[in-house]
T-cell receptor, first 111, second 112 residues
């Protein structure tokens, strides 16, 4: 089993739709969780950290379920500019500043 | 603008040639990283440096060497390039636990 797994893509959704991505991780001792977005042929950029209590940033909501070892990202009212690949990132137990990147889920928001 | 600067942006090498990818950050971060990204493989850690003067191997270190020249700079060297090293290379830095990474804009390397 891979350390970090994500929903297979691509997700093609109309503007204004709500879309959710899930990510599972295998190391139960992981402490830090993030979502990054990566535009085509660009570098990954931090979208948001994921906190135990869940957190929201505008149209984006991230949640963590430690018992089931998954994190989720919900995007409401999708915009064309949300089209990108979304990477789930989880730290490793033995070193807080070394993380594992998931393979990513591709999102295309269509007019 | 503050951030991570990588050079060059593009490079074509012949098999057996050597080159050094440069990376510098101006955010006073302790940790710096080199990743490669290949289609279908995601981001894989080549080397990292938790602080000035220290470096450690990541998942795919073979064929690469690194130097943490000072707190700002972390370079990646390919001593004898191979076609399997054709990839996009990203440098990143981190300010610490739970703060996430800042990436450079990447180097697209082709080895022919």
């Amino acid at each position: 089993r891979k350390e970090v797994e994500q929903d297979p893509g691509p997700f093609n959704v109309p503007e204004g739709a709500t879309v959710a991505f899930n990510c599972t991780y295998s190391n139960s001792a992981s402490q830090s969780f993030f979502w990054y977005r990566q535009d085509c042929r660009k570098e990954p950029k931090l979208l948001m950290s994921v906190y135990s209590s869940g957190n929201e940033d505008g149209r984006f909501t991230a949640q963590l379920n430690r018992a089931s070892q998954y994190i989720s990202l919900l995007i409401r009212d999708s915009k064309l500019s949300d089209s990108a690949t979304y990477l789930c990132v989880v730290n490793r137990e033995t070193s807080y500043d070394k993380v594992i990147f998931g393979p990513g889920t591709s999102l295309s928001v269509i007019p | 603008n503050a951030g991570v600067t990588q050079t060059p942006k593009f490079q074509v090498l012949k098999t057996g040639q050597s080159m050094t990818l440069q990376c510098a950050q101006d955010m006073n971060h302790n940790s710096m990283y080199w990743y490669r990204q290949d289609p279908g493989m995601g981001l894989r850690l080549i080397y990292y440096s938790a602080s000035e003067g220290t470096t450690d191997k990541g998942e795919v270190p073979n064929g690469y060497n690194v130097s943490r020249l000072n707190k700002r700079e972390f370079s990646l060297r390919l001593e004898s390039a191979a076609p399997s090293q054709t990839s996009v290379y990203f440098c990143a830095s981190s300010g610490g636990q739970g703060l996430g990474y800042t990436f450079g804009s990447g180097t697209r390397l082709t080895v022919v």
